[in-house]
C-alpha cells in the first residue's frame, strides 16, 4: 500500500545552505520550509515505510520561470529521512525516484510505494509450491 504525503514547494538545492566564516548553514528558506512541511507532517500523519521503496515526487510549477526538476528532490527526500517516513535515501533503500510537473497538485506530492509488503509476504507463505517465498523477499530486501 502507498504512503501519500503533500508539503510545500520545496526550495532548490542550490538554496538550501549558504556559506559563512565557519562552514555551511541552512539558510533561511529552507528553515522556513522545513517549518511548513512539519506542520504538514503532523496533519496527514502518514504511514511509515520500512524497507526498499520507489518514490513518485511531483511538484506544481509555480510560476513561469525555467528549474530544474531534479534540484527540487533534495529537501523533500531529507526530510523524509529525517522524520522516519523512509529508512534511507541511498540505494540500499530508494530503488527509483520519479520526478514530474504537475498541475493537479499543490505545491509537492510524495508517493512511497513499498517494494515488498507484509500481506503479500504472508500470503506467499502458503504457496502451492511450498517454498518459503517470505524468507526469498528478506533475503533480497537485505541485499538491494
Same mark, same amino acid.
Given at each position: 500500500?502507498?504512503?501519500? !504525503? &503533500?508539503?510545500?514547494?520545496?526550495?532548490?538545492?542550490?538554496? @538550501?545552505?549558504?556559506? *559563512?566564516?565557519? #562552514?555551511? $548553514?541552512?539558510?533561511?528558506?529552507?528553515?522556513?520550509?522545513?517549518?511548513?512541511?512539519?506542520?504538514?507532517?503532523?496533519?496527514?500523519?502518514?504511514?511509515?515505510?520500512?524497507?526498499?521503496?520507489?518514490?513518485?515526487?511531483?511538484?506544481?510549477?509555480?510560476?513561469?520561470? !525555467? &528549474?530544474?526538476?531534479?534540484?527540487?528532490?533534495?529537501?523533500? @527526500?531529507?526530510?523524509? *529521512?529525517?522524520? #522516519?517516513? $523512509?529508512?534511507?535515501?541511498?540505494?540500499?533503500?530508494?530503488?527509483?525516484?520519479?520526478?514530474?510537473?504537475?498541475?493537479?497538485?499543490?505545491?509537492?506530492?510524495?508517493?512511497?510505494?513499498?517494494?515488498?509488503?507484509?500481506?503479500?509476504?504472508?500470503?506467499?507463505?502458503?504457496?502451492?509450491?511450498?517454498?518459503?517465498?517470505?524468507?526469498?523477499? @528478506?533475503?533480497?530486501?537485505?541485499?538491494?
Amino acid at each position: 500500500m502507498s504512503t501519500v !504525503l &503533500r508539503l510545500p514547494f520545496p526550495p532548490s538545492t542550490n538554496n @538550501l545552505f549558504i556559506n *559563512v566564516k565557519k #562552514g555551511r $548553514i541552512r539558510s533561511q528558506r529552507y528553515d522556513y520550509w522545513l517549518m511548513e512541511a512539519r506542520v504538514d507532517l503532523l496533519r496527514q500523519r502518514p504511514a511509515k515505510v520500512g524497507g526498499p521503496v520507489n518514490l513518485t515526487l511531483e511538484f506544481k510549477e509555480p510560476d513561469k520561470r !525555467l &528549474r530544474d526538476l531534479d534540484n527540487l528532490a533534495k529537501a523533500p @527526500l531529507d526530510f523524509l *529521512v529525517s522524520h #522516519g517516513l $523512509i529508512e534511507a535515501d541511498n540505494n540500499s533503500v530508494v530503488r527509483k525516484i520519479n520526478l514530474a510537473w504537475s498541475d493537479e497538485v499543490e505545491g509537492c506530492r510524495i508517493t512511497i510505494e513499498p517494494l515488498f509488503s507484509v500481506a503479500s509476504a504472508s500470503a506467499s507463505q502458503a504457496s502451492p509450491d511450498g517454498q518459503d517465498h517470505e524468507q526469498a523477499a @528478506l533475503h533480497i530486501r537485505h541485499r538491494a
